[in-house]
């Protein structure tokens, strides 16, 4: 796995300085806490640094990536991905929120003739519900994130590069697709399942068990 720039020096600090808070770092390295917990949290996941509450980050005396790391490598997104939830982007606001809360999901998926075009969260509902805007007037199209500005994953990539997307993205859920060519000749995106921080979550919870 290649380290960006960042990740690099973040090893080095520690190194030189362990153990160092998340706070130190940020500071030493000019960025905000926020800006450096996915970094943070991919250095302690694949084994290179280890994390003490209320003490601080070390380096791991024997970065091996860790157990974690071998096991969510061997999973593949088709092994864990759930079923999507789907609106059409004439939707409005309000029905979209009362069916993402009948399906329990935190994020909806918006498809024109079968084909992905847009995603629209909780945060995005969140935003527009606050803002005083009459939300049973406006359709899930005007709020929705449109392709190509949206993140997917395939069937054949390891959980490691989904939860990593994940983290660096900072999104709660991602659509699994494939790969079609429309009648136009056209490339799209079909979707095929989902993934989400609950289906990471459960890997977590089945390595325990295990």
Not at 108 to 122: A, K, M, P, T
Not at 127 to 137: E, N, Q, S, Y
């Amino acid at each position: 796995m290649k380290l960006t720039p960042r990740q690099e020096e973040i090893i080095r600090l520690v190194k030189e300085g362990q153990p160092v808070t998340s706070e130190a770092l940020a500071s030493k390295l000019g960025v905000t806490r926020a800006a450096l917990r996915p970094d943070l949290a991919i250095l302690t996941m694949i084994g290179i640094l280890d994390a003490r509450p209320k003490v601080g980050y070390i380096y791991s005396e024997n970065p091996s990536r860790g157990l974690l790391y071998d096991y969510i490598t061997n999973i593949k997104v088709k092994d864990i991905m759930g079923k999507p939830v789907f609106v059409d982007e004439e939707t409005m606001v309000y029905d979209a929120i009362v069916y993402l809360f009948l399906n329990d999901v935190g994020t909806l998926f918006v498809q024109s003739d079968g084909y992905l075009i847009g995603v629209v969260s909780r945060k995005d509902f969140l935003k527009i519900a606050i803002g005083g805007t009459d939300i049973h007037k406006v359709p899930v199209g005007i709020i929705m994130t449109r392709m190509p500005n949206i993140i997917c994953v395939q069937r054949e990539e390891s959980a490691y590069d989904v939860a990593r997307k994940i983290i660096e993205h900072e999104i709660d859920s991602l659509p699994v697709v494939e790969k079609v060519v429309d009648d136009e000749g056209k490339e799209q995106y079909k979707i095929v399942g989902k993934i989400s921080k609950t289906n990471i979550t459960k890997l977590f919870v089945k390595l325990e068990n295990e």
